[in-house]
């Protein structure tokens, strides 16, 4: 709102015009009745804007009553009053708004970049993605709070409406190489309508909510629609032990004689309570133990004299007949084969997706929902132990938390804990910072959303990049080997510079799974596959690919 509209402006008006008025009769009675010296009120008018504007008296100056010095010692002071108010007025927003720091409302100088629509935390993780690859990308958002904040922070941002064809245009969509809508699923429809008339041809992805409504997005033009929160859904489920999954999660398939797998430590497994060094992955079983996960924090290479304890999951590599003798080994032995009983707190699309793939096993299922709909056995809310306890907590093996709000997901993570101490808490984290807090409240196994979001996206838009395991802990992704060309991943010294462990080499149409490391060069036109945390990842791609 201009500044001579505001109510504040227009109150300072009043009050000088009322100040004013007041000031001049009073003066003028003064001077006819203390000073018996009656003047008109023009020049008692003149007077109080001599005396509130402190430039002085002229010829009235010199007054022979005490009041009249009373009264002009008044009008300085109230002159002092209206200057400084003015300036809180007028001066201070004029400067306020002058030196403050507005965010941009169009990149005109890039190119081949990614024009992301609207900045959430789940495009944070892609953000990540392109920074560590070196590509361009901006930030269209609608809210000038948000886009102020981004561009303090120097993210590449432009304050507008991702609706609009102009703003996009502002954004260079007619020079970038994708388009990615991450709003409210309505809202990215609208985007995509605009984004398909301001640049036909540029690539277009969007994320959608609820999966029953991607269709209307690739009806408005969308090339690909991406459902990340019933994929975690249905990733999480897998990690509940059944007497169907036999309580090890699937692994990941690099070629034909290589598998990828996380390895959870049973209660009763011959692996429990031993070191590293003890288990000797490699001489006994011949497979690599590429890393562990102590409380949440991943570590690679395995340390030798860490003990292995009940709940810790191994990241191993194998040919699959090895890794199926270590799975034995991994597994109490004595295995439950009654049915488990697993409660879901959160119905939305990843605790429905969850719901729907623990109904192919033999597991007895109860969701707990704030909403009475269907597929809810108990209403209420996830927080209270009375409704926790309703769910039969007490006799679950594993609780499923699925909740939109990540500070909820918390506090029921402590009341589940506290109630079942030997339950399996399996949570969907929406924010990654919040990933290390639900780990402290006692959860077992968390994926984050964003970070999930964040690889289905990379996976989507880079041609040159294929993520092969989007909803695990850890990325397993084949990249192109960029300045390794030449080079050995001994010489290079990957692991230790990135902590990416190199699990795989793409030559042409075959995948190499045996190799020396030490004397395997690797040529221009390989790929490599890689596993290791988003972070050893970004910086594989910042040290060997941007």
């Given amino acids: 709102m201009p500044l001579w509209r505001s109510r504040r402006t227009r109150h300072y008006f009043v009050l000088v015009v009322v100040t004013t008025v007041g000031a001049t009769l009073l003066y003028n009675y003064g001077m006819a009745t203390w000073e018996n010296d009656p003047q008109p009120l023009f020049r008692s008018l003149g007077i109080v804007f001599q005396s509130f504007t402190t430039t002085g008296y002229g010829e009235d100056a010199g007054w022979a009553t005490p009041q009249m010095y009373v009264l002009t010692i008044g009008l300085q002071l109230m002159g002092i009053g209206l200057i400084l108010t003015a300036a809180d007025v007028f001066a201070v927003p004029w400067l306020r708004n002058t030196l403050a720091i507005t965010p941009p409302t169009a990149a005109t100088e890039l190119e081949d970049h990614v024009v992301i629509c609207e900045y959430t935390p789940r495009g944070e993780a892609f953000i990540e993605e392109l920074e560590s690859r070196g590509r361009e990308y901006v930030v269209v958002e609608p809210d000038e709070e948000t886009a102020t904040a981004l561009h303090e922070a120097e993210y590449r941002v432009i304050h507008g409406d991702p ?94 004689d290589l598998e990828l797998v996380e390895l959870s430590i049973a209660e009763g497994s011959d692996l429990a309570g031993r070191t590293a060094g003890e288990i000797r ?59 488990q009983h697993v409660v879901i707190a959160g119905y939305g699309e990843s605790g429905a997706a969850a719901g729907d793939a623990l109904a192919a096993t033999n597991s007895r299922v109860t969701v707990l929902d704030t909403v009475d709909k269907d597929g809810v056995n108990v209403v209420g809310d ?22 939109d709000d990540d500070t909820t997901a918390i506090f029921t993570t402590l009341v589940v804990r506290d109630l079942n101490p030997s339950v399996d808490i399996i949570v969907r984290a929406n924010d990654a910072e919040s990933v290390q807090k639900l780990y402290r409240a006692g959860a ?26 989007v909803d695990r802990q850890i990325e397993v992704v084949k990249l192109p080997v960029g300045r390794l060309a030449g080079r050995t991943v001994v010489d290079a010294d990957v692991r230790s510079r990135t902590g990416c462990t190199v699990l795989a080499v793409a030559r042409g149409d075959e995948t190499v799974t045996e190799f020396d490391p030490t004397s395997f060069v690797l040529e221009a036109d390989d790929e490599v596959v890689l596993a290791g945390t988003d972070e050893s990842v970004q910086s594989f791609e910042a040290q060997f690919l941007a």
């Fill in 281 to 339: 992955l490699r001489e006994k079983y011949g497979v690599d133990g590429i890393g562990v996960w102590f409380d949440g924090s991943f570590e690679s290479p395995i340390p030798g004299d860490r003990e292995i304890d009940v709940g810790t999951r191994l990241l191993v590599a194998g040919e699959p007949e090895r890794i199926d003798a270590l799975r034995a080994k991994a597994l109490s032995t004595v295995h439950p084969f009654a049915a």
């Fill in 382 to 403: 996830a927080r209270d132990p009375a409704a926790i306890r309703e769910a039969g907590v007490d006799d679950a093996s594993a609780v499923i938390v699925t909740l």
């Fill in 163 to 256: 609706e609009s064809t102009a703003v996009l245009e502002n954004a260079g969509i007619e020079r970038a190489t994708a388009v990615v809508a991450d709003s409210a699923d309505d809202t990215n429809a609208s985007i995509v309508l605009s984004a398909r008339e301001a640049n036909p041809d540029v690539r277009i992805v969007t994320l959608v909510e609820d999966q029953r409504l991607g269709e209307y997005h690739r009806i408005a033009g969308a090339d690909e629609v991406l459902s990340p929160r019933q994929l975690l859904g249905e990733s999480l489920a897998h990690r509940v032990p059944t007497a169907v999954t036999t309580a090890v999660e699937d692994g990941v398939e690099i070629g034909d």
């Fill in 444 to 469: 077992d196994y968390i994926q984050s959303l964003a970070t999930v979001s964040g690889r289905m996206l990379a996976s989507t838009v880079f041609e040159d990049a294929e993520v092969l395991a």
